[in-house]
């Protein structure tokens, strides 16, 4: 992150304002996978995304810019269901998202052809979602096979993100197979890879047992080493063997409003919504700014310690101008 969105965020922390914003934008998704989160009973206020009434056309288009016109963050996550079930809507959204200077993340399945226009938005960023080799890839998230995903990314420059699960860590060597095959194509900007996080009281074969998490730690600090396009920092990967205990204490579940495909149903208590196992959480985006909180400034005051005294000022000037 550049040094002036490290201070337009942390100006938005101080005003009371969440820097990141996620949208579910739409309860549709041609995929059924497993252990899928957005599915989960409970996952939005005590529904499932399949249960919420979602918005189409110029409604969804004028809903986003709403929401964001009222919260006006600095980074915008698309997600769903599978948002190109939307490229209609997209096609409209993001130069609108452009002109407001808002960095765009959209994360799909690639089920289907991006947009070749999408390639040309400066502050829009791509991620693909793979989960595993082709045989459990295809298997698992069909119709987004690895045939489809190698011609729906033609002519743009993408994210590939990857969920580690406790079948992957069952066989030798998964991980450096799965980076030897992306890491060299020229569509693949870079590669990040979470581990699976499951619900409390959840049991699944995609949980990761304790020593397949700390294998996995190890595995991911001697690939990083190998390919660079893996995109994940030293202090970022040890992160995964201490989680953040509970979302409060998660800088980036306390800096990232999640709102679902009514465009008002906020997620909580994080992204997973429901009752997130912190204990197993896998989450990227939460292990990178638990290693940026711990990074040490002087006099023993760490980043995170004056992420939290901000956060108390910014709720209080919220709670003194409401």
Same mark, same amino acid.
């Given at each position: ?18 820097? *990141? @914003? ?20 409970? =996952?939005?206020?005590?529904? &499932?995304?399949?249960?919420? $009434?979602? !918005? ?12 964001? &016109? ?9 997600? +769903? +269901? ?20 808002? =960095? ?22 791509? @991620? ?5 080799? %082709?045989?459990? =890839? ?6 987004? /096979? ?9 002519? =743009?420059?993408?994210?590939? $993100?990857?969920?580690?699960? +406790? %079948? ?20 693949? !900007?870079?590669?990040?890879? *979470?581990?699976?996080?499951?619900? !409390? ?16 730690? &190890? ?5 990083? %080493?190998?390919?660079? !396009? ?15 205990? *509970? ?6 579940? %306390?800096?990232?409003? /999640? ?19 912190? *204990? ?13 909180? $711990? $990074? ?5 005051? /760490? ?20």
């Amino acid at each position: 992150m550049r040094t002036i969105e490290v201070i337009q965020a942390w100006g938005a922390i101080l005003s009371g304002r969440s820097p *990141s @914003v996620s949208i579910e934008i739409t309860r549709e998704c041609p995929l059924r996978c497993a252990g899928c989160y957005a599915y989960e009973e409970g =996952h939005a206020g005590g529904f &499932n995304l399949r249960q919420l $009434h979602d !918005k189409k056309g110029d409604e969804l288009v004028e809903g986003v810019l709403e929401i964001v &016109n009222e919260l006006r963050p600095l980074h915008l996550s698309i997600v +769903g +269901g599978d948002p190109l079930v939307r490229f209609r809507e997209l096609d409209k959204l993001l130069p609108l998202l452009e002109q407001r200077g808002i =960095h765009v993340q959209v994360v799909t399945s690639a089920f289907r052809e991006i947009p070749q226009q999408w390639a040309s938005i400066n502050r829009l960023s791509l @991620v693909v979602s793979i989960d595993g080799l %082709q045989p459990e =890839h295809d298997a698992r998230r069909k119709p987004a /096979t690895y045939d489809r995903i190698l011609a729906n990314i033609r002519g =743009h420059r993408i994210t590939v $993100h990857c969920t580690i699960t +406790g %079948q992957m860590m069952r066989q030798a060597g998964y991980l450096e197979s799965f980076l030897s095959f992306w890491a060299p194509r020229d569509e693949i !900007k870079r590669i990040w890879m *979470s581990m699976f996080t499951p619900q !409390k009281g959840a049991v699944a074969p995609e949980i990761l047992t304790a020593d397949e998490r700390e294998r996995a730690v &190890n595995e991911l600090l001697g690939l990083r %080493q190998v390919y660079e !396009k893996l995109d994940m920092p030293e202090g970022l990967i040890r992160e995964f063997l201490s989680p953040p205990s *509970s979302p409060r204490e998660c800088i980036f579940a %306390q800096t990232t409003q /999640t709102i679902s495909a009514d465009l008002k149903t906020r997620i909580t208590p994080c992204q997973f919504g429901g009752e997130p196992d912190c *204990s197993q959480c896998g989450c990227i985006a939460s292990m990178g700014l638990a290693a940026v909180g $711990h $990074h040490s400034l002087a006099l023993g005051i /760490t980043a995170g310690g004056v992420y939290r005294a901000s956060t108390a000022f910014g709720r209080t000037l919220r709670k003194v101008r409401a």
